[in-house]
């Protein structure tokens, strides 16, 4: 951002250039410096107590648990990884995928008529729209997922009311549909606003010109206005499987003894277990499938454009 | 036509059908649990008529006036250190290019997806390490208020950036251009026309920064140590072991408290459109 001060007229191409290239590349290094001193402390956070931490995991997760749980970083081996293709851990794994999958895709399509039809509605309207979604963004997350406990408990004013009209009982707690339920109500925001964006700045005109060419209502959805939101429709996804997948607060509250979720049994090698190379070796499977969600919505991505 | 859709079509109407029941779904738990909080029945599900006891029984309890204290300490330092450092970075990221600029951009983004269960795991095995370290040169250290709030900065730098970024595009580059071109020094360009104009943004991602660090509930309980519980840690140990009224009452008081939060929050970024921007910005990414 040099200002070469020009007198009377502003055309560039004659500015004295010759003169003032020294200066000019001196202010491009104190620009480049300006902005790397400005990201500085970011990075050295980051990499601090971020980068620094994520490798830490990965040298545990090859080290050795000593007969009191302690850890021994020394006789380094693989025994943690062996122990992720053992049927119960893979069990664990799969359901997780599964649980994640399905709120994945229950709140896509339910997310994504919701979200195109707040986005179409006047300004005004629109605005309050988007408030009443942004409240349970913001409101705290266990205590959401509290309210579903309180709501399917055997005590709790569904099973109450349910048997006040004769219906019977009604078990759902402590199952994997309660567990969908809870990351679905605690998730479906994070679907929400990703896809209420993309489809507000989407241009109108291009549908409007798919249907003058005669493509029906069906069509034009799904040749423009879907690759037009392909956007939101990735980074809501990831951004409610990745979450889902490692979920440890809902499976604990809403979850029993048989829907163990990976986020919970991660947890369990460090507090009851005391096996903290193998849950650094499960921390690191979470890892892997976050990248390999990140990659493939890169991937996807890029190829759109 | 213009969307797309004609309005009063059976299309239309079942997608505000749609609408309804989303917002159905999102507040009818939310108001029945504040609703029976007020329930002076102990058994939860039952109506007994109305009371305040529980109230009364949590605002008696020092535990959870202990944790409240902790949990606001830690939001306070964790807000405003990750706000400072993450504005910066959201300003160096936008407009500047510099050596690792793309890096930077890159690691921001991922404390923002990566599920709290990993991150607890890192930062506790990081603080393990650093104090086995540190432990070998004679101090010894602890887990407690520190450490949690190194941990939530760790993840808060990463929401702030994000919520400055999206204020940082939508600004007219030629206001700041405007100010230098008038003799206006980098710093007093930022300090009189940048600052002003991002405020908005600042301040949305300081809010976002200070209800996750209140909301926090897993990254915290890993590297807690011993009586420097934080309110969210409390609630969470109660509702492991069922369901009471007292957590009712609560959670009813936290509630409110979230919902004070956004409603500042909309007050100080000037109408709900504002709140799109984190919806675009993380449309983006």
């Known amino acids: 951002m040099t200002s070469t001060i020009a007198p009377e007229d502003h055309s560039p191409e004659e500015a004295p250039a010759v003169a003032h290239e020294g200066l000019e590349a001196r202010a491009a290094v104190a620009e480049r410096r300006r902005g790397f001193l400005l990201g500085l402390p970011a990075m050295v956070y980051l990499t601090l107590l971020f980068v620094l931490p994520f490798f830490i995991v990965g040298v545990y997760s090859f080290a050795t648990r000593s007969a009191t749980g302690s850890t021994r970083l020394s006789d380094w081996n693989i025994d943690s990884y062996v122990k992720l293709f053992d049927p119960l851990v893979v069990g664990i794994v799969w359901r997780s995928f599964w649980i994640a999958s399905l709120t994945t895709v229950i709140c896509l399509v339910v997310a994504y008529p919701f979200a195109y039809y707040i986005a179409t509605r006047s300004r005004a309207a629109r605005n309050v729209l988007l408030v009443f979604v942004m409240i349970p963004f913001w409101s705290n997350f266990l205590i959401r997922t509290y309210a579903w406990r309180f709501l399917l408990g055997s005590d709790g004013p569904i099973a109450q009311a349910s048997e006040a009209l004769g219906l019977g009982t009604i078990r759902v707690l402590f199952t994997p549909v309660a567990v969908a339920i809870g990351l679905i109500y605690g998730f479906l925001p994070f679907m929400i606003l990703p896809l209420y964006a993309a489809i507000e700045r989407m241009d109108w005109r291009l549908v409007e010109a798919a249907r003058d060419l005669y493509a029906d209502g069906w069509t034009a959805f799904r040749k423009v206005t879907l690759p037009l939101t392909k956007s939101g429709i990735l980074a809501g996804s990831l951004l409610v499987f990745v979450p889902s997948f490692g979920a440890y607060v809902t499976p604990e509250i809403l979850g029993g003894a048989k829907t163990v979720m990976l986020g919970s049994y991660v947890v369990r090698q460090f507090q009851q277990a005391r096996n903290w190379p193998f849950g650094s070796a499960l921390s690191i499977v979470i890892m892997i499938i976050m990248l390999v969600a990140l990659i493939a919505r890169q991937r996807s991505g890029a190829r759109e454009l | 036509m213009r969307f797309g859709i004609r309005p009063g079509s059976t299309l239309e109407r079942a997608m505000a059908g749609n609408a309804w029941f989303v917002y ?126 190194l941990s939530h900065i760790a993840f808060n730098i990463s929401f702030v950036a994000v919520v400055v970024r999206a204020r940082l595009g939508q600004l007219d580059k030629s206001l700041e251009e405007a100010a230098r071109d008038l003799y206006a020094g980098p710093w007093e360009t930022f300090r009189r026309v940048t600052l002003p104009l991002i405020m908005p943004g600042v301040l949305g991602g300081a809010l976002l920064a200070l209800t996750l660090s209140l909301d926090d509930v897993v990254v915290t309980a890993f590297v807690a140590g011993p009586g420097s519980t934080t309110l969210p840690v409390y609630v969470f140990g109660l509702v492991r072991r069922g369901v009471s009224p007292e957590i009712n009452a609560l959670s009813t008081v936290m509630l409110v408290a979230s919902i004070a939060l956004v409603a500042g929050s909309l007050l100080v970024q000037r109408g709900p459109g504002r709140t799109s921007d984190l919806a675009h910005e993380l449309a983006q990414e």
């Open chain 2, 24 to 149: 159905a779904f999102f507040y009818a738990p939310i108001i029945t649990l504040v609703i029976f909080s007020f329930n002076a029945s102990s058994r939860v599900g039952i109506w007994g008529g109305l009371s305040t006891t529980w109230y009364a029984n949590i605002f008696r309890n020092p535990e959870v006036w202990d944790a409240l204290k902790n949990s606001l300490v830690v939001a306070a330092v964790s807000t405003v250190v990750s706000t400072i450092i993450g504005t910066a970075a959201a300003l160096a990221i936008d407009r500047y290019r510099f050596r690792g600029d793309r890096t930077l951009d890159g690691i921001l983004y991922l404390p923002i997806i990566i599920p709290d269960v990993t991150m607890a795991v890192m930062m506790l095995l990081f603080f393990a390490r650093i104090f086995a370290f540190v432990d070998s040169f004679g101090p010894r250290l602890s887990l407690g208020l520190g450490t949690i709030a």
